[in-house]
């Protein structure tokens, strides 16, 4: 008769003297930041919500603009702003966002540690770190001066802030992707750009999705970048590639350096709009990450 061997006792005890004592200390500590952290971070949105709930109606979203001393109520708003800060993020999302992509995967799937991908891992750190004005100045002197003001030129300075972002997010996602699946691929004979596609994309898309959001929703409340490329103008603007336009971040930074209450409840208003579509999307990159976590499950 066999006997069965013993199987090994794991302690499932929490940590005991000093190490106990450590892991509450840091335990407290990090609750303690976060709460540091959350109390601005309340104040900021108390602030806003409380100073431009009231200017918020469906006319203000939709209507175009009313003299800076006029109150907010009845007719006139943020409507071309709104507009126009879709337009600019958009375009900038459509370049920014395959270039990204892209540059992630030549740089974790085929550059490896060559120069090349170094180059580009070191111009996307560097680029991560570039103040907003100074991209914006960099689009103003190659495009604007030549080509005048447009939203496309707004879209191209949004664009270079959006890239690094979504190069290293996207890289830092194709890194969590195990080795074994590519491997397996391999072993069936797949070529390189098929496994690529067909494996290691699918099984990253839902953080790729995310950080892609995510650099969205940063690029939609730049202003600096803005005051140099769409002019800031009144008006809608349907032709993001031809004339000066307009945006929520400007419009934020016209209005609250007027000296009229009118002004200042409207950019309040706009500032709450522009958080809003921030958490919309912070939101469905949530919901995007999770559904597609659970598709790969």
């Given at each position: 008769m066999a006997v069965a061997a013993e199987q090994p006792q794991v302690d499932l005890r929490e940590p005991a003297g000093w190490r106990r004592t450590k892991n509450q200390i840091v335990t407290i500590a990090m609750?303690?930041?976060?709460?540091i952290l959350l109390i601005p971070?309340?104040?900021?949105?108390?602030?806003?919500?409380a100073k431009g709930a009231s200017a918020i109606s469906w006319s203000f979203l939709t209507g175009g603009p009313i003299p800076p001393n006029v109150l907010p109520a009845g007719v006139g708003g943020?409507?071309?702003a709104v507009l126009g800060t879709i337009e600019i993020t958009a375009l900038a999302a459509v370049m920014a966002v395959p270039l990204g992509?892209?540059?992630a995967i030549y740089i974790n799937e085929y550059g490896g540690r060559g120069p090349l991908a170094q180059v580009v891992r070191f111009m996307a750190d560097v680029m991560t770190g570039v103040?907003?004005?100074v991209m914006g100045l960099f689009i103003f002197s190659i495009w604007v001066l030549h080509f005048g003001y447009s939203g496309l030129a707004g879209a191209l300075a949004l664009g270079c802030l959006m890239l690094p972002v979504v190069i290293r997010s996207s890289e830092e996602m194709l890194k969590l992707v195990p080795d074994s699946l590519r491997e397996a691929s391999y072993a069936l004979g797949a070529t390189k750009s098929r496994v690529t596609l067909t494996v290691v994309l699918?099984?990253?898309?839902?953080g790729i999705v995310s950080g892609a959001l995510l650099a969205v929703a940063r690029a939609a409340g730049e202003t600096a970048p803005l005051l140099f490329t769409i002019l800031t103008v009144t008006a809608a603007n349907t032709n993001v590639f031809s004339g000066a336009n307009t945006a929520l971040s400007t419009q934020i930074f016209a209005n609250a350096t007027q000296p009229y209450l009118g002004a200042q409840s409207r950019a309040w208003g706009a500032a709450l709009t522009l958080i809003a579509i921030a958490f919309i999307l912070m939101i469905a990159a949530r919901l995007v990450t999770g559904r597609f976590t659970r598709y790969s499950r």
């Amino acid at each position: 008769m066999a006997v069965a061997a013993e199987q090994p006792q794991v302690d499932l005890r929490e940590p005991a003297g000093w190490r106990r004592t450590k892991n509450q200390i840091v335990t407290i500590a990090m609750v303690t930041a976060f709460v540091i952290l959350l109390i601005p971070l309340g104040f900021v949105l108390y602030t806003v919500i409380a100073k431009g709930a009231s200017a918020i109606s469906w006319s203000f979203l939709t209507g175009g603009p009313i003299p800076p001393n006029v109150l907010p109520a009845g007719v006139g708003g943020m409507g071309p702003a709104v507009l126009g800060t879709i337009e600019i993020t958009a375009l900038a999302a459509v370049m920014a966002v395959p270039l990204g992509v892209l540059g992630a995967i030549y740089i974790n799937e085929y550059g490896g540690r060559g120069p090349l991908a170094q180059v580009v891992r070191f111009m996307a750190d560097v680029m991560t770190g570039v103040p907003s004005i100074v991209m914006g100045l960099f689009i103003f002197s190659i495009w604007v001066l030549h080509f005048g003001y447009s939203g496309l030129a707004g879209a191209l300075a949004l664009g270079c802030l959006m890239l690094p972002v979504v190069i290293r997010s996207s890289e830092e996602m194709l890194k969590l992707v195990p080795d074994s699946l590519r491997e397996a691929s391999y072993a069936l004979g797949a070529t390189k750009s098929r496994v690529t596609l067909t494996v290691v994309l699918p099984a990253a898309i839902g953080g790729i999705v995310s950080g892609a959001l995510l650099a969205v929703a940063r690029a939609a409340g730049e202003t600096a970048p803005l005051l140099f490329t769409i002019l800031t103008v009144t008006a809608a603007n349907t032709n993001v590639f031809s004339g000066a336009n307009t945006a929520l971040s400007t419009q934020i930074f016209a209005n609250a350096t007027q000296p009229y209450l009118g002004a200042q409840s409207r950019a309040w208003g706009a500032a709450l709009t522009l958080i809003a579509i921030a958490f919309i999307l912070m939101i469905a990159a949530r919901l995007v990450t999770g559904r597609f976590t659970r598709y790969s499950r």
